[in-house]
DNA sequence: CTTCATGCAAATAATTTGCAGTAAG
DNA sequence: CTTACTGCAAATTATTTGCATGAAG
């Protein structure tokens, strides 16, 4: 159980019924866009305002919190901060899941930085494609 | 040189100056945004039209004949299709330059797809950091 | 208390649409 | 000729901002 109070706190952030709310709805579903969001804050807290959901996510992005995943074709997604990995994105469903990475891409990626004097900070790689689930519906 | 005509010819479009214009740009400059293009193909063209731009562009994705690059925290950029590669994007400039992926990374990425039982399409490898140029800017 | 955050409403930016006129094949 | 494409203007959607009120520490 992450202490969502605390990692506020500790970026000088105070720890507001909203932003513990985003924190635990993007916690729970892993990758959420900003209409998700406040769909799902909505439910537990009506009087929310989009505008509050926008402040919050560009403040919890500049202090480290959140990170944002672009995707072709749609509006960005936002999930917690957390340990390098990649993302397994269905174009159909547009469920998306997290993979480690593993050192050897890892290696591979710092190999290329290095050779064109590149300062690497952050890696993103997604790998677009049909989920388990919508193969099946498909198929039948 | 490309035939631009030819590649839109091809895919059941028709070759207008316009288009021909965007591919023009996108292949001259690599990696544009909307407003990019916009800028660049009015000197050519003064009369054209963004919603020209935004349906063009839509219109040649979906024919396979540009590819959505998404960017953290800007507009996405647009760049002719080609084989896979990954992207070097400079978090201070906003350069975006291609690097063939090889490969290795290549099977790990198949690998995992595999493993998940994933019906992979598409690989999107974005690396951010700081290029040569800008490392020498700062320095100063 | 004091400062920072929220929610509203208004402003701005980004994208899409409908349609009459125009150009490509 | 015929169909598809363009450019305009209007509509829609997305995001940002200013400010009075309210909540956190």
Redesign the pocket.
Known sequence: MIDY?QM??ERG???????MNILSVVDKYGHMS??DIYAEVCKV?P??????I???I??MMEKGVLVEVPIVGK??KYELAKADHMHLICTECGMVEDKICGEKTDTIFQDISKKEHFNLHKRQVNLYGVCEKCQMKEAS
Chains 1, 2 share one sequence.
């Not at 952030?13 to 932003?19: C, E, G, I, N, P």
């Open positions: 109070a506020l706190k952030l105070k720890a507001t019924f909203q932003r900003v209409d807290h009087s929310l305002s989009l505008a509050t926008y402040k919050n560009i403040l509006k960005s």
